[in-house]
């Protein structure tokens, strides 16, 4: 690795821009302003565009006619550090160790996106010029939704206009093996509200006559399973696009002991999920219903006999290909509203959405995106999708009407949003070999 490589990666590792956190805001346009100059320094056109939150940084080079345009889209907003007290070192003071540098925002996504810098850097010092015309895109708000970059594209989207995104914000799903996502699923909200009585009653005096919130929620949560796994809202699976026999193929072919690996990464007693799909298709080709958040009643130390004035729970539904947000939440609504126990009231409130993501992997920048991953790597690239969500992806589509090559350079144990997150040298210096063979790749 260039040592003025790993200079550049240790200095954008030492900004904190934490972009939840208002403290941080000076520290996030110091971050925005290094970018800026350092991509001057490379011979791009680089400038601040501001935004009702943190600035996007916007970098071109000299556009010529008849040339294919590609945007290459990263972040350099990081998630807060907490909690400090499980990092090995202070998470903006980088460290090198076994070949991984350790900081807050080393994989998500300040490696990643760098590693494209670092290539454009290297291109335009050995031909003065990209084989592409260029938009590279780097916000500051990615960790907290991209709420501003969706005006920030419709207000310029004529200048911004080109024939495909490049973003490496994912992973690969093992060392050494290069990734192409192709999918991934979306996401949908809501949160739940049961109420009793007007206020906590003693469970002695009132028990057996009022009914108990907290009783009442566990029955509805408990009704929207089957004992399967199977999510039980009628008509909820009624869209959903069925995998390709190719992919179901692909996938039993990858380098990876699925259920192994999950077994191993979340420490599970078991595994657990929709009945006649494997672990990796219910994680990438699956919809699901998840609790991920309940409440209500004494949750201190010891007991207290009272029956709950209320109780409440957030449920996500993880969205796949042709599911629609609005609709599942319908459904979801009127499930809820067929389970609810009685004696009780309830209140829905409906939360944030972000759509699913499918492209063809076949298409002709998808081999181009193959190739390049190949040339970095040395070994032809696994076809997956991916179980989160990336909302801004279906924004490129939506806003720019292009589609989008999902490059990720992500180990599965990079702890992204986790104490000690680390990215491995060898993943840069592979990021730098994989944007010189794309942007060549997509010229053509």
């Known amino acids: 690795m260039r040592q003025d490589h790993l200079d550049d990666f240790f200095t954008f590792l030492r900004f904190p821009s934490i972009s939840t956190d208002d403290a941080y805001s000076e520290k996030l346009g110091e971050c925005a302003h290094w970018l800026v100059e350092k991509l001057t320094r490379i011979g791009l056109e680089a400038q601040l565009v501001s935004t009702p ?4 940084v ?3 080079n000299k556009h010529q006619p008849g040339r294919k345009t590609v945007m290459l889209y990263g972040h350099y907003d990081v998630q807060p550090p907490d909690p400090l007290d499980l990092w090995d070192s202070p998470p903006f003071d980088p460290v090198l160790k076994n070949g991984f540098v350790f900081a807050r925002g080393a994989t998500d996504n300040k490696g990643q996106v760098l590693a494209h810098i670092l290539g454009i850097e290297e291109t335009m010092a050995e031909k003065g010029d990209l084989p592409v015309n ?29 024939d495909v995104a490049v973003v490496s914000d994912t992973g690969m799903i093992a060392r050494g093996v290069p990734t192409l996502s192709y999918g991934l699923r979306g996401v949908t909200a809501l949160e739940i509200k049961i109420s ?4 906590d009653l003693h469970s002695g005096v009132f028990g057996g006559a009022v009914a108990n919130p907290v009783t009442a929620l566990a029955q509805l949560l408990a009704s929207l399973h089957d004992k399967n796994g199977r999510v039980a809202i009628d008509d909820f699976y009624d869209k959903v696009k069925p995998l390709e026999e190719w992919e179901r193929e692909a996938w039993r072919k990858l380098p990876i002991d699925g259920d192994k690996e999950i077994l191993a990464e979340t420490g599970a007693p078991g595994l657990f999920g929709e009945q006649g799909f494997s672990t990796l298709e219910r994680l990438w080709a699956r919809p699901t219903a998840e609790i991920n958040g309940i409440g209500g009643g004494y949750q201190g130390k010891g007991t207290k006999t009272v029956i709950a004035s209320h109780a409440m729970a957030k449920i996500t539904f993880r969205l796949v290909p042709n599911q629609d947000g609005d609709e599942i939440l319908k459904l979801a609504h009127k499930h809820l509203e067929k389970h609810l126990p009685p004696g009780v009231r309830m209140e829905i409130t409906d939360g944030h959405s972000g759509p699913w993501y499918l492209t063809d992997p076949h298409s002709s920048f998808g081999e181009a995106a193959q190739h390049a991953l190949k040339e970095a790597f040395g070994k ?18 939506d806003i720019l009407g292009v589609e ?25 210096e592979a990021g730098v070999k994989m944007n010189k063979a794309i942007l060549q790749g997509l010229a053509s």
């Open 53 to 56: 939150g943190h600035p996007v």
């Open 58 to 60: 916007w970098a071109k």
């Open 134 to 162: 260029l938009h590279l895109i780097v916000e500051g708000e990615e960790e907290i939704g991209s709420g501003n970059l969706p005006g920030f594209l419709k207000e310029n989207r004529d200048s911004l206009g080109c």
């Open 196 to 199: 009793g009585a007007k206020m």
């Open 380 to 397: 032809a690239p696994a076809l997956i999708r991916e179980g989160g969500s990336i909302p801004i992806v279906s924004q490129f589509r």
């Open 404 to 428: 989008t090559l999902l490059l990720g350079l992500a180990l599965p144990d990079c702890r992204a949003h986790s104490p000690n997150e680390n990215f491995p040298v060898e993943n840069l």
